[in-house]
């Protein structure tokens, strides 16, 4: 199964001096303004952010939904002017087609690229062997948890053997326990396929978990505030999360959002603070409630 | 100490998700003595699937399908039988309380009229050539309603050119129709066709259009990133994405096409249950009113039945989606 040691690596994204504006005239909003930013072929980089930042608009450039207003994103050296199969997304909300069975689901992009059906049956049984689900490939999508519907979601963006995966919060649904196997499960996938990866999150422990680097984006409009190198070792390891090493990059990255969430709220909290409203831990007495 | 118990605490989290079958599956394999992970790359887990006993859960939907039917089939025939019993109690007594049951034939009566007329050639006609009608104005209104409404829905180009001639159109009911229809067309049987047509096209056009609208657009983007072309788009997940309301639209359609069909057939036809019903008012044949009645009604039991049953057949997955459409 692993596609080890491929001698010219792909996949890398560039986007550079990225602005993306929504309306016109008095309604403009600027969402993203002036980004930079690049992943490497086989990097596993993280957008991290205040909601509402413009990362998963970035996300949409990059995957070609959205053009930018100027600037530019490309891969491997081309301009992303539409989607396409050499990019696979991974969306928040499950996105498998209901009316297809769990195997024709990861088939679903090779049909597209009409790959005759017995090569696409024996990819796809390996891809689902790959995620643990291939007792379920007659199930439907409606049958099983969102753990197992994300799971199917990443191994069908895999199908068609894109130079990127593009990963919109894919976990941002499921529960914290889920969530922590999903993350294991996913670098081991990275792992195998040394694919470029552009992972969206607001969650901090999973973006250093995952990446080897991470983008952090100030509020609207976003712009790229710090770059961060994750120097944790690989495999990375669920236990890894109790070092002092990582609790280091997450209060770093805890101090970045903070400031930047707040700004999220509105310049006035920004600029004051919380205690700047007056706001106390608890009332002291009695009289001070009344 | 810490990290002893968290390491502990994650390995035994099982990747085990159950999937919502009903509460019978039966779940065998907890792994009890989870081996501690030693590798340094915790290799795609031998997951613990849940095995679920076919059987069993075949055993389980029987038993609560048998009850849940049975009840079904109480509550059916006993609606039935009201109707029936109102009728028959009706015309026994001859009840005269605002509507009068004075010139309404009996329950046996019409079973009498059945016997003598039900297998005659005549009737048999009037069915075959109805069902003729109505078949070939609700295919026409599907072959053109269906790909039209997904146009319509997909492209909003089209729905401006289209949407103002369909606003317009959609009011008039199909029975106001029938003057236009014999003018318009050469003969009788086309202008009948027409009507059937007319009433089944617009439930079939909007509920298509519906059905696009309401399609996720996260599929939509999805099968964009996975390669599909524009035409491919169309088949692959426009189509099946719409195939529920487009359903509904096929049975609302059905009825409509009935109501239309008969209401022609009085007016204009010849041939035809609606024809057979209208002269039987003529001829002062109370019985052959009734039998006529009864048998539209079964006419349209029998074809949204069709429909109902054709539907389940194209959409199995549905059987398992939330709020079971069902």
């Given at each position: 199964m692993s596609l080890a040691e491929v001698e010219t690596q792909k996949g890398f994204i560039d986007v550079r001096d990225m602005g993306v504006t929504f309306g016109a005239n008095d309604n403009k909003v600027i969402a993203v303004d002036n980004v930079s930013l690049n992943v490497q072929p086989g990097e596993f980089v993280s957008l991290i952010g205040p909601s509402g930042c413009g990362k998963s608009t970035l996300l949409s450039i990059v995957a070609g939904f959205v053009q930018p207003t100027h600037g530019k994103a490309t891969l491997d050296g081309k301009a992303i002017t539409k989607p396409g199969s050499d990019r696979g997304v991974v969306f928040q909300q499950y996105s498998l087609f209901p009316w297809l069975s769990v195997r024709k689901n990861?088939?679903?992009?090779?049909?597209?690229?009409?790959?005759?059906?017995?090569?696409?049956?024996?990819?796809?049984?390996?891809?689902?062997?790959?995620?643990?689900l291939l007792s379920f490939e007659n199930h439907y999508p409606d049958q099983l948890s969102g753990g197992m519907k994300q799971r199917i979601g990443i191994v069908r963006a895999l199908a068609t053997s894109p130079?990127?995966?593009?990963?919109?919060?894919?976990?941002?649904?499921?529960?914290?326990?889920?969530?922590?196997?999903?993350?294991?499960?996913?670098?081991?996938?990275?792992?195998?396929?040394?694919?470029?990866?552009?992972?969206?999150?607001h969650d901090i422990e999973e973006s250093i978990f995952l990446s080897d680097r991470i983008y952090v984006m100030t509020a609207r409009p976003g712009r790229i505030k710090a770059e961060i190198k994750v120097p944790l070792p690989r495999p990375r390891r669920a236990e890894m999360t109790d070092t002092p090493e990582f609790m280091n990059l997450v209060q770093e990255l805890k101090g970045l959002i903070r400031e930047e969430s707040l700004a999220a709220m509105g310049p006035e909290l920004k600029d004051r603070g919380l205690s700047g409203f007056g706001m106390k831990v608890g009332p002291k007495g009695v009289g001070e409630i009344f | 100490?810490?990290?002893?118990?968290?390491?502990?605490?994650?390995?035994?989290?099982?990747?085990?998700?159950?999937?919502?079958?009903?509460?019978?599956?039966?779940?065998?394999?907890?792994?009890?003595?989870?081996?501690?992970?030693?590798?340094?790359?915790?290799a795609p887990e031998p997951e613990p699937i849940p095995t679920v006993s076919l059987r069993e859960v075949f055993q389980g939907l029987l038993a609560k399908f048998t009850r849940d039917r049975l009840i079904t089939a109480l509550l059916g025939g006993m609606s039935i039988?009201?109707?029936?019993?109102?009728?028959?109690?009706?015309?026994k007594y001859r009840l005269e309380f605002y509507i009068r049951f004075k010139n309404v034939p009996t329950p046996n009566e019409v079973f009498q009229q059945l016997t003598q007329v039900g297998l005659s050639n005549k009737y048999l006609v009037n069915i075959a050539i109805s069902v003729r009608r109505i078949l070939t104005g609700f295919f026409i209104a599907m072959l053109i309603g269906v790909p039209l409404g997904l146009a319509i829905g997909k492209y909003p180009r089209v729905r401006?050119?289209?949407?103002?001639?369909?606003?317009?159109?959609r009011p008039i009911p199909a029975i106001a129709w029938v003057p236009m229809s014999i003018m318009l067309w050469p003969n009788n049987?086309?202008?009948?066709?027409?009507?059937?047509?007319?009433?089944?096209?617009?439930?079939?056009?909007?509920?298509?259009?519906?059905?696009?609208?309401?399609?996720?657009?996260?599929?939509?983007?999805?099968?964009?990133?996975?390669?599909?072309?524009?035409?491919?788009?169309f088949v692959n997940v426009i189509l099946p994405g719409s195939l529920p309301h487009i359903f509904t639209g096929l049975a609302v359609g059905m009825g409509v096409a009935w109501v239309s069909l008969i209401a022609a057939?009085?007016?204009?036809?010849?041939?035809?249950?609606?024809?057979?019903?209208?002269?039987?008012?003529?001829?002062?044949?109370?019985?052959?009113?009734?039998?006529?009645?009864?048998?539209?009604?079964?006419?349209?039991?029998?074809?949204?039945?069709i429909i109902r049953m054709v539907g389940i057949l194209l959409m199995p997955w549905l059987a398992f989606a939330p709020g079971g459409k069902r």
């Open positions: 990861v088939e679903f992009g090779l049909k597209m690229a009409g790959v005759d059906q017995s090569k696409r049956n024996v990819t796809a049984r390996s891809l689902l062997d790959l995620a643990g130079q990127v995966l593009l990963m919109d919060e894919p976990f941002g649904a499921l529960d914290t326990q889920t969530r922590v196997v999903m993350q294991e499960i996913l670098t081991n996938i990275w792992q195998q396929f040394k694919i470029s990866v552009l992972f969206i999150t | 100490m810490m990290g002893t118990t968290a390491s502990a605490k994650i390995i035994a989290i099982p990747i085990m998700e159950k999937p919502p079958e009903p509460a019978t599956s039966v779940v065998t394999e907890v792994p009890a003595q989870a081996p501690p992970a030693t590798s340094d790359l915790p039988a009201a109707l029936f019993l109102f009728w028959y109690f009706g015309t401006d050119f289209f949407m103002p001639v369909m606003e317009i159109l049987e086309a202008a009948i066709v027409f009507i059937t047509f007319i009433g089944a096209f617009f439930p079939i056009l909007l509920n298509t259009i519906h059905g696009v609208h309401s399609l996720d657009q996260v599929l939509v983007r999805a099968a964009r990133c996975l390669g599909a072309s524009e035409l491919r788009l057939e009085m007016i204009s036809g010849q041939f035809g249950v609606g024809y057979f019903t209208w002269e039987a008012y003529s001829l002062v044949d109370y019985p052959a009113i009734v039998l006529g009645m009864i048998t539209i009604g079964v006419l349209g039991l029998a074809c949204s039945g």
